[in-house]
């Protein structure tokens, strides 16, 4: 594959760590329930086709996330691949059982509207952070690097479009409680590239390092790529992206929810920007994990380098 | 609905011109055959919808587009409608039919790849160029707008990475010609932004005006979007798309070709860029038509803002 000719922008960033998503936000949002050793092979081939980061599972309560029921036994199994593994924590007990499997990265997940705050952690947006503090103090302790997803920064299903100044808040909050690093979600894929802008220009204009700052875009209205060109020409190097484009809302077969790690391959690609990613292994690993989804990638690009498997689905 | 927020990005454009190709790019490429009134009907939508640029239909000889073979027919039925409506000419002969019906604006083809000037007009480059020659010279004395479409500006299957350099030398041919505008396609979807900065930059510092130079992306990759927002930046104004991303490859079950003029406006909108379209009306309009051709439409926004759609296919 010679595809696409390598053109630069100047000034975007020389190399980009893909924060791979697939195995714990994607599988977490499919119907489809997934043997554990297929998840284990899942997250070693991610690691295979050169990601560098793969999230590798949840330790949310199983009621909430039965998808995602079986972390004790994944998470030894995919332990000693040489790849960043962060797992999900979302209080102290999911430290706890995190730390006992020797789990060196953890996230936590805020929101940054009240609405998704109620509705997800049954709390206000102050409260969760008031959760959170324990649980980031007791994993820098314990030398763990953190992460902190931030949901519905652009947009909320409730209230709208969400102005900059609380999401800025918030992130602020997280970064004092002692988050390595931020995820600024787009979790029902309403941004738009002035906006993505907007916000970064704000947090890093109150002196935020744009390293600290990853984006976390979904393409649920076709943005997520552009908004990560946006993204990149403000500085940003870290981008979460899910293989083949899992975790697609559930009304549509093949609606599309996360950026798909592929689409975001192609275009690093191009720009000349490194990513250490083998796009052939990775759209394998995608058409592979989709025969046990039985439904087809909603990834353009694996489409596209794979042109039977529509057929096979 | 009130979402996207508007958040500008300063420098780009204030309004830009969507050249809606749906019913002739889109069509064309649709296996499914659709009565010349559904045809008329969609091209009135299109303009009840805010699009100002409708390209109509196809004066190809009908042996080589069998599905827009009622263009004497079609074109009488939407004439009449308060916008432009360029329909494409292959050579003179189609010229003749297009004059004779009363077109104010054609377009013509041309490759920059000797391959395809090969594969779809059975010439090189060079005598394609010989043949449009009289079309543009007539059309222009008859006081008709020409645009010129060049093809395989970015990659070609057969050929891989095209070269900037061959690109602009038949831009500039075509403009000598009289092409009042240029449509730079991205005919298998292979580009990244870069790459179209790179050949904005060039035309432009080679003395073309930004103005006569429009941009045709397709969503292969799922780069369309990224792209338009590198040509953007670039101060390009006019943007080919297909309403609800009609014209998909046939070979997989809403694939995807060209941009979606949804996904485009949902953009632009955020980014504050007039266009005059009404999503809303747009969206209905697309949904309507996947009704018609039985297959759902491809669009990311179309599926968003009619989430029953895929349903009811």
Request: hydrophobic share 45%; charged share 20%.
């Amino acid at each position: 594959m010679t595809l696409p000719m390598q053109v630069p922008i100047p000034g975007l960033p020389a190399r980009v760590r893909i924060h791979e998503v697939g195995p714990r936000d994607g599988l977490q949002n499919e119907k489809a329930t997934v043997p554990t050793a297929v998840k284990a092979d899942f997250v070693r081939r991610l690691a295979e086709a050169g990601l560098t980061t793969v999230e590798a599972t949840s330790f949310v309560h199983p009621k909430w996330v039965p998808q995602l029921a079986d972390a004790e036994e994944l998470f030894p199994q995919v332990a000693a691949l040489p790849v960043a593994l962060p797992v999900l924590v979302p209080n102290e007990r999911g430290l706890d059982r995190a730390l006992a499997l020797g789990a060196r990265r953890v996230a936590v997940f805020a929101s940054a509207t009240e609405s998704f705050a109620k509705a997800n952690l049954n709390r206000t947006v102050d409260e969760s952070l008031a959760m959170f503090a324990p649980v980031v103090a007791r994993a820098k302790a314990a030398g763990v690097h953190v992460r902190g997803y931030l949901s519905m920064c652009f947009g909320d299903p409730w209230e709208g479009a969400v102005p900059v100044p609380r999401v800025v808040r918030v992130c602020r909050a997280l970064l004092d409680l002692g988050c390595d690093e931020l995820s600024l979600g787009d979790t029902i894929g309403v941004a738009t590239p002035g906006h993505v802008t907007a916000l970064l220009d704000e947090l890093t204009g109150q002196g935020v390092p744009v390293d600290a700052v990853g984006v976390h875009f979904h393409d649920t209205y076709g943005q997520a790529l552009a908004n990560t060109l946006a993204a990149l020409q403000r500085g940003v190097t870290t981008v979460d992206a899910s293989a083949g484009g899992l975790g697609g809302c559930p009304f549509a077969k093949s609606a599309t929810g996360n950026l798909a790690t592929e689409d975001l391959v192609w275009m690093l690609r191009g720009l000349g920007v490194e990513t250490g990613v083998d796009l052939d292994r990775l759209v394998a690993t995608s058409v592979w994990m989709a025969a046990h989804l039985n439904r087809p990638s909603p990834s353009r690009t694996v489409r596209a380098l794979s042109p039977t498997h529509h057929q096979e689905q």
